[in-house]
């Protein structure tokens, strides 16, 4: 899909994350603001405080506009210290190695790494985490235990099921 960037976001009370994965970093303001709308509608609750690096993609008038006119509170970090940001960039660098893990283990092509972060952060919001006490940054934020019996291991082999009413008792019901 000739994505280059991923845009994380956190939230931090329940640590839950979202991963969008971008074309250009010029896109982030686009996207946020899909975001803010969903998570909103999710969480019944508006985002109260947005914390950011001080890249580009995060410090245009538009963006510091849409933020005041909606109620968000920026915090930017100072120049040069990813340590403000810590919870991003711990999470960051988490979902950065899970993904070249399995791409490697796996032996699945780099160019899938966006589907790979996707897996990667599914898997991470279903995971219990020492900030949570025993409770996973899904349950934190939906309120419920995660279903986790349809996960599959990324890269192996699966099959697509044919429904219809045309099938015969022995054709193929999967490719």
């Given at each position: ?20 994965l ?9 996207r946020?603001?899909r975001?803010k709308g ?5 969480a ?8 950011t ?9 538009e ?6 006119e ?7 970090t100072?120049?040069?210290t990813?340590q ?7 999470r960051?660098?988490?979902l950065?190695?899970?993904t070249r893990?399995?791409?490697?283990a ?32 899904y ?5 419920k235990?995660?279903?986790i ?8 082999i ?15 019901i999967?490719?």
């Amino acid at each position: 899909a000739n994505n280059r960037y991923v845009f994380v976001l956190i939230d931090d009370f329940s640590r839950y994350m979202w991963t969008i994965l971008l074309k250009e970093k010029s896109d982030a303001f686009d996207r946020f603001k899909r975001f803010k709308g969903v998570v909103e509608n999710q969480a019944g609750s508006g985002i109260k405080t947005f914390r950011t690096d001080r890249g580009g993609e995060f410090t245009s008038k538009e963006f510091n506009l849409f933020c005041e006119e909606n109620g968000i509170t920026r915090h930017l970090t100072a120049p040069y210290t990813p340590q403000q940001n810590g919870i991003v960039e711990r999470r960051n660098r988490t979902l950065m190695e899970m993904t070249r893990s399995i791409l490697k283990a796996m032996k699945v092509p780099n160019f899938m790494w966006g589907e790979a972060v996707r897996h990667s952060t599914y898997v991470i919001n279903r995971v219990a985490t020492k900030a949570l006490e025993d409770i996973t940054p899904y349950e934190a934020f939906n309120r419920k235990k995660p279903n986790i019996e349809h996960l599959r291991v990324f890269g192996c082999i699966a099959h697509t099921k044919i429904n219809g009413p045309y099938l015969k008792k022995l054709d193929e019901i999967s490719k």
